[in-house]
Nanobody, 120 residues
Framework: QVQLVESGGGLVQAGNSLRLSCVAS??????MGWFRQAPGKEREFVAA???????YYADSVKGRFTISRDIPKNTVYLQMNSLKPEDTAVYYC????????????????WGQGTQVTVSS
C-alpha cells in the first residue's frame, strides 16, 4: 500500500516563497503531482512530474511554481515563488503507477493535504 505524506505548508505573505514536500512509501511511482483546493472551490490541478523528467503545469502557476522529484528518495517537491493570496488552499500530493498525461486527473494515491495560506 502506498502512503503519501506532505509537509512544508504554512502562512506566508504575498510575494514570498514556500516549498512543499511529499514522500511516498511503498513503491516507486511513475507520476507524482500536486493539486489544491481552496475554500468553496473544486480541487484543481497544479503540477505533475513523470519519473523520466517530463513536467507540466497549470497555466495559473507557470513561471512561479516548479515541481521536481528525487527518485531515490521517492519524493516530490513543489517550489512556490511569488505567492499570491489566490494561491491559498489545501495542497494535496497525488501519485500514480502510470504516466498520467496532461488533462487527466485520476490518480491512484492521494495524501492528506497541507494548508498554504498567503496573506496580502
Amino acid at each position: 500500500q502506498v502512503q503519501l505524506v506532505e509537509s512544508g505548508g504554512g502562512l506566508v505573505q504575498a510575494g514570498n516563497s514556500l516549498r512543499l514536500s511529499c514522500v511516498a512509501s511503498g513503491r516507486t511511482l511513475s507520476t507524482m503531482g500536486w493539486f489544491r483546493q481552496a475554500p468553496g472551490k473544486e480541487r484543481e490541478f497544479v503540477a505533475a512530474a513523470w519519473s523520466g523528467g517530463i513536467t507540466y503545469y497549470a497555466d495559473s502557476v507557470k513561471g512561479r511554481f516548479t515541481i521536481s522529484r528525487d527518485i531515490p528518495k521517492n519524493t516530490v517537491y513543489l517550489q512556490m515563488n511569488s505567492l499570491k493570496p489566490e494561491d491559498t488552499a489545501v495542497y494535496y500530493c497525488a501519485a500514480d503507477r502510470a504516466r498520467v498525461p496532461p488533462g487527466r486527473y485520476v490518480y491512484d494515491y492521494w495524501g492528506q493535504g497541507t494548508q498554504v495560506t498567503v496573506s496580502s
